[in-house]
């Protein structure tokens, strides 16, 4: 099941960017994913969704994109930063 080890690194990588950003709620994540990428998408879709349930994410919503060809590539963050 390396889709859940996919969304634990979207995730890493979701934190490190509200880091860089200076902070803020973060609402939503674009991922944009290959068809020919390897990965079950609803499988992903599923692990993604219940990461992003729990602190410190509590309720982020995961847009996932499907595209042609073969890459995984974390698109946007919708981030709140208050203004």
């Given at each position: 099941?390396?889709?859940?080890?996919?969304?634990?690194?979207?995730?890493?990588?979701?934190?490190?960017?509200?880091?860089?950003?200076?902070?803020?709620?973060?609402?939503?994540?674009?991922?944009?994913?290959?068809?020919?990428?390897?990965?079950?998408?609803?499988?992903?879709?599923?692990?993604?969704?219940?990461?992003?349930?729990?602190?410190?994410?509590?309720?982020?919503?995961?847009?996932?994109?499907?595209?042609?060809g073969?890459?995984?590539?974390?698109?946007?963050?919708?981030?709140?930063?208050?203004?």
């Amino acid at each position: 099941m390396h889709e859940l080890s996919l969304a634990l690194e979207v995730c890493r990588m979701a934190e490190a960017g509200i880091a860089r950003s200076g902070g803020g709620r973060l609402v939503a994540v674009g991922v944009e994913v290959g068809r020919d990428a390897g990965i079950e998408l609803e499988n992903f879709r599923f692990c993604l969704a219940a990461l992003l349930d729990e602190p410190p994410f509590a309720g982020v919503r995961p847009e996932l994109i499907e595209q042609p060809g073969d890459d995984l590539r974390l698109a946007w963050l919708e981030v709140d930063d208050g203004r």
